[in-house]
């Protein structure tokens, strides 16, 4: 202070950079608090934060096999769901809901599942043309490594929204593998074969199932499961067919709501229950869409294919009528996660050779 009682600039300088440098600190200090959220992935803060937008799997992810990575490291995905049988993710004890195939299985109200298949690396929102969900991860069979047999895995989608309106049978008949939207899934003449590049060929389990086991069953998702994979089943001749494209199971739309309604009824229409699918449908990701399934009733009178309803429920409709449809198929087992994180806004995007 000088003579005049003034303080001297000196003294002022001095005291700027000294308050500079205590402000500096504390905001490497925060920066670094974030570094440590980011980079600690295992610990409870960081799951909290991050576990909304999958960032841990997709990180752990990143330039890998996608669908082996993702069956490797499920447990990073709280929505992929796991159905070795060991539990039912309701009680952690009743092994009977799951559908005990070893696959992995998207369940929730809206899980980071989207995929874009653009073949681009770019972040960001990608064409509905060809924006996908991942319906779970699936297993192709096995193979043998250097002596050591492992499983491979395949990502298994479905269009994010309707490809358009044709009927699944232009003549009265529910055969799938001779059916009209069949064929014109599998041309060229496909919107959805634009995408052969990413395809896989699978096995499609297209028996004709009664809909007192398809949608008026307790246990709904484990019977129709049962019923379309022809699981204890005596005396009945499996059907089925190979192809790229094909249409979604009633299970795969059963098993897409959270765990707990897994113990539901598909339709509670004439009966006492109080509850069935319809309660589910906040908590389906794959509800809200009007379309064809590819399993079919066994009627003989009128050949019906089933179809979800908007409501949630499922039901039969007529195969000579035109209606919605959603194109599903599995992707090349060697596509590497190139980049996002599975939410609509940042999807995941494939590398495949």
Not at 152 to 166: N, R
Not at 200 to 205: N, Q
Not at 256 to 281: M, N, V
Request: proline letters at 3%; charged letters at 20%.
């Amino acid at each position: 202070m000088n003579r005049n009682g003034f303080i001297s600039i000196s003294v002022v300088y001095t005291l700027f950079i000294v308050l500079l440098m205590l402000l500096l600190s504390i905001l490497a200090n925060l920066v670094n608090q974030r570094i440590l959220l980011k980079v600690n992935k295992g610990d409870i803060t960081d799951i909290l934060v991050e576990s909304e937008d999958n960032r841990n799997i997709a990180t752990v992810c990143l330039g890998k096999y996608m669908a082996n990575c993702f069956a490797k490291n499920s447990n990073l995905d709280r929505n992929l769901y796991y159905h070795d049988g060991s539990k039912d993710y309701i009680s952690q004890t009743n092994e009977n809901l799951e559908a005990n195939d070893g696959n992995f299985r998207y369940a929730g109200g809206n899980p980071n599942n989207y995929i874009c298949l653009d073949n681009t690396e770019t972040l960001g929102t990608c064409n509905s043309n060809l924006l996908y969900r991942i319906i779970g991860v699936f297993s192709l069979g096995t193979h043998l490594n250097n002596e050591t047999q492992s499983d491979i895995y395949a990502l298994k989608v479905i269009k994010d929204t309707p490809q358009g309106s044709l009927s699944w049978n232009n003549i009265n008949n529910n055969n799938w593998w001779d059916s009209s939207l069949n064929t014109f899934l599998n041309s060229d003449s496909s919107p959805v074969m634009a995408l052969n590049n990413y395809m896989v060929e699978s096995e499609w389990h297209v028996g004709k199932q009664d809909s007192t086991v398809m949608i008026k069953k307790e246990n709904q998702p484990l019977n129709a499961f049962k019923a379309e994979h022809y699981i204890d089943t005596v005396g009945v001749i499996e059907m089925k067919t190979y192809g790229k494209v094909g249409l979604m199971y009633a299970s795969d739309y059963y098993y897409a709501a959270a765990p707990g309604y897994w113990s539901y009824i598909g339709d509670k229409s004439g009966t006492s229950i109080l509850h069935d699918y319809r309660d589910a449908k906040t908590n389906n990701w794959l509800a809200g869409n009007n379309e064809y399934l590819i399993t079919t009733d066994p009627s003989t009178t009128e050949a019906k294919a089933y179809y979800l309803y908007a409501s949630g429920l499922i039901g039969t409709k007529s195969v000579t009528e035109a209606l919605n449809y959603r194109p599903v198929f599995s992707i090349k087992p060697g596509a590497i996660l190139q980049s996002g994180f599975g939410s609509k806004e940042e999807p995941y995007r494939l590398k495949v050779s």
